[in-house]
């Protein structure tokens, strides 16, 4: 059974910075394109960054762009996203997510986990 588990999620005044990790489990790690998405209350699903399978080309949409870093760890199976300068309109529930050929619309991934609360004070 596939298991994505986010962590590192909290509440920051903004300007501050958080790194969430997603751990998974289940799954050949090295062979899923990963990605993280996130919803705010009343918001649909938005793509915030996704990464390819060797680690080697990732991406974002401009409204994180240079703010967020996505990475990865194949030996740890561990996917990491790196916020700086956040935003009160950063604000959501973050969520990793798996997926054998990279996407960015959430509905398309193969497995999501269950999210972690990001909240950033202004």
């Known amino acids: 059974q596939v298991h994505l588990v986010e962590s590192g999620g909290g509440l920051v005044q903004a300007g501050g910075s958080l790194r969430l990790s997603c751990a998974t489990s289940?799954?050949?790690?090295?062979?899923?394109?990963m990605g993280w998405f996130r919803q705010a209350p009343g918001n649909g699903r938005e793509f915030v960054a996704a990464?390819?399978?060797?680690?080697?080309?990732?991406y974002y949409p401009d409204y994180v762009k240079g703010r967020f870093t996505i990475s990865r760890d194949n030996a740890k199976n561990t996917v990491y996203l790196q916020m700086n300068r956040l935003e009160p309109l950063d604000t959501a529930v973050y969520y990793c997510t798996a997926a054998k050929i990279l996407r960015f619309d959430p509905d398309d991934w193969d497995y999501r986990g269950q999210g972690t609360q990001v909240t950033v004070s202004s």
């Open positions: 289940g799954l050949t790690f090295s062979s899923f394109a």
């Open positions: 990464v390819d399978l060797s680690g080697e080309n990732a």
